[in-house]
């Protein structure tokens, strides 16, 4: 990558500058040649009277400004990764945008100073580092540059790196909050959409999860067609299999679970009780597993985090099995005592058996210590199994 360091005054970056007081941006400099507030920075939120104010009087009093960072976009064209509160407060202040308020509590715009005092600000010399180079190394760049303030999220970097119109046009769609859509998606996304959660997930989506790749294929695009249409199938999917919203919905990896069984046929009604029992069911320690594990046919109950017996209940039923085994003469692991095998009588220390369901949990069994066994570990298992 290349830099070059230069110095600009404030006068030649605000020469051209345009405010945009709607969306409360500094849009261009340099005689239309820099662009202050690219598609990923964050609005203008220096606006507070107190900072902006601060940037103009430090250049007023030839205090220093820190450095600048642009980054080379084109032949003569550059983008402030760097910056941009600050040119767009001096921009503000010479477009008379911005007032400065005197020790006598009076308001000063840029036209009411002193022709020395505005030639002071006009001739601030700004340090700039201007830098060129692949994608990569601007990235790695930006994220060491983006240590001040708010750093910017891998999601909000890769926009900058890959900035263009299908940027624009899926910030338009994803990262919007005034889109009347969004109460509806944030059922099932988390996150917020200005810190860009939304738009990650619609890429995460539609990419398999590989954002990067897909944002450089599409960089280009001038729609976002494909992007849209597979985020809203993920939604409508969602919304067609599980009539009812939970909050435990909220932040699934419902992309993968997309993927994995939307070609499957589902009957809403009948997903929709099992949902209402497995809520009710003291035993479902993980409530965000519900949904996968309706999803896999009910099959995986590990996703459920099933309560397990205690380790009061299990010494209790280890030494009641135990001494009635004893007693016998048989195993006490009450499986290998109906068998044949050399372990018919085998006493297993408790370290060498596990807790198990009688009536399995799956068909109505409780996890007390009337339906608790202990099993041999190896018949445990086999039982698991089937
Ligand atoms: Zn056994």
Known sequence: METNLKTYTVGEVCKGFVYNELEGKGLYGLAGRLTIQPEYQRNYIYADGKKDVAVVQSALHRYPLGVFYFNKTDENRWEVLDGQQRITSLGRFVTGKLSIIDENGIPHYFSSLSTEQQQRILNTKLLVYECEGTEDEIRKWFETVNIAGVPLNPQELLNAVYSGEFVTLAKQEFSNSGNAHVQKWSAYITGAVNRQDYLERALQWVSHDDVKGYMSLHRHDSDID?????????????????????????????????????????????????????????????????????????????????????????????????????????????????????????????????ADHVTAWSKGGTTTIENCQMLCKTHNRAKGNR
């Open 226 to 354: 494909e992007l849209k249409r597979h985020f809203n199938s993920v939604i409508d999917w969602i919304g067609s299999v599980f009539s009812d919203v939970e909050s435990e919905m909220r932040g699934l990896e419902w992309g993968r679970l997309y993927d994995t069984y939307h070609t499957q046929p589902y009957d809403p009604q009948e997903v929709s009780q099992l949902v209402h029992q497995l809520y009710g069911d003291p035993y479902v320690k993980n409530r965000k597993g519900i949904f996968e594990y309706i999803l896999g046919g009910c099959q995986d109950k590990r996703l459920l985090d099933i309560r397990i017996f205690d380790e009061a209940t299990k010494r209790a039923v280890y030494r009641r099995q135990t001494s009635e085994a004893i007693a016998n003469d048989t195993s006490n692991c009450p499986l290998c005592a109906m068998g044949h095998e050399a372990n018919r009588k085998k006493i297993w220390k408790q370290t060498e058996m596990d």
